[in-house]
């Protein structure tokens, strides 16, 4: 398993043994229930690279971007941001901090208020951190940013409803960078939008990437895209990192991975492929699982994984796999 102790200094965020626990019921009639959403997770985020991580809805992607910024509490681990625990830091620290940390949501259409213009948008995070600005600095700020995404400077007296869905995104960028943050986390920042729209938007974001050293962690659910967008690639299944490829050509070892990574089809008709499709649901997530999560669904499985939960094993150069019997 990865450890903080083990890092090298060019990674810029560590996550080691993160977990968070959900509960419902434990009323008269209903029993009360714990699902572990992130399930002891250990990853290192490099700086100035693109982590991408992956999985099946409900895989617990989304909880782990949140947790990686503590918008939400852990309920076990830590997150190292620079070598600083986030667990440790208070409301007041964490605000600062979070000057150089950001995140890009899914939904564009929710993540900017109605009734700002989009000029009063672009100053809310001056705001919430306390930063004074003339009236002059303020518009030069404002000016700067939507341009910095590809916006004409008419747009900032518009409102948000007045703006397509990638005008949205593109608001919703211009604002994560607007205290010049090193690190963003991008939770599914395409997956509302068009196609054409989502190869702007990353087209977007890989020239911010290389202008300002951004380092990003990227959720997503489109395979294709991030093989093309990620220099690291994380699969999460059922809460838990099951392999981690050091690039994203690296061939998965992992049954599950391989599964997934092979599901997208080839635009090119001369590259059809056969899919290989898994048998068998995923568990409740609710469930208490001794072995390995995907034992049930795995071609491989043995009594060892049904008894014995594999950790992420250094199989070189950075390839972790949690894993009893991996792939050739």
Avoid at 80 to 107: C, H, I, W, Y
Avoid at 155 to 168: E, W
Wanted: proline fraction near 6%; charged fraction near 25%; hydrophobic fraction near 40%.
């Amino acid at each position: 398993m990865e450890s903080a102790a083990a890092t090298p200094e060019g990674d810029l965020v560590t996550i080691t043994g993160l977990t968070r626990e959900f509960s419902s019921g434990g009323g008269l009639m209903t029993p009360r229930r714990t699902m572990r959403a992130v399930n002891d997770v250990s990853l290192r985020v490099p700086r100035g690279k693109v982590t991408g991580v992956v999985g099946e809805s409900g895989c617990g992607k989304s909880t782990l971007a949140r947790l990686v910024l503590r918008l939400i509490d852990a309920t076990a681990g830590t997150v190292a941001f620079e070598g600083t625990d986030l667990a440790n830091r208070s409301p007041g620290q964490m605000r600062k901090l979070r000057r150089r940390m950001q995140m890009v949501f899914q939904d564009p259409y929710s993540a900017i208020d109605p009734r700002y213009t989009i000029r009063r948008a672009l100053l809310e995070p001056f705001q919430v951190q306390g930063v004074a600005q003339t009236a002059a600095e303020a518009r030069a700020a404002v000016d700067e940013l939507i341009s910095m995404v590809g916006l004409s400077p008419r747009m900032v007296a518009s409102f948000p409803h007045q703006l397509s869905g990638g005008q949205k995104q593109r608001v919703g960028i211009a604002r994560a960078l607007a205290l010049r943050p090193s690190f963003l986390v991008l939770d599914e920042p395409t997956a509302s939008l068009d196609v054409s729209i989502q190869a702007q938007i990353i087209d977007l974001l890989e020239a911010l990437k290389e202008d300002l050293g951004l380092t990003y962690l990227f959720i997503s659910h489109d395979l294709s895209l991030v093989r093309y967008f990620c220099d690291r690639v994380v699969v999460m299944y059922l809460g838990r990192a099951m392999e981690i490829l050091p690039d994203a050509t690296a061939r998965p070892r992992h049954h599950y991975a391989h599964a997934l990574l092979d599901s997208n089809f080839e635009p090119d008709p001369a590259r059809r492929k056969v899919i290989t499709m898994l048998d068998g649901e995923i568990p409740s997530p609710f469930a208490v699982i001794p072995g390995c999560a995907f034992a049930d669904r795995c071609p491989a499985a043995s009594d060892l994984c049904r008894r014995e939960r594999p950790v992420l094993t250094d199989l070189g150069g950075g390839h972790m796999i949690a894993c009893h019997h991996p792939r050739d």
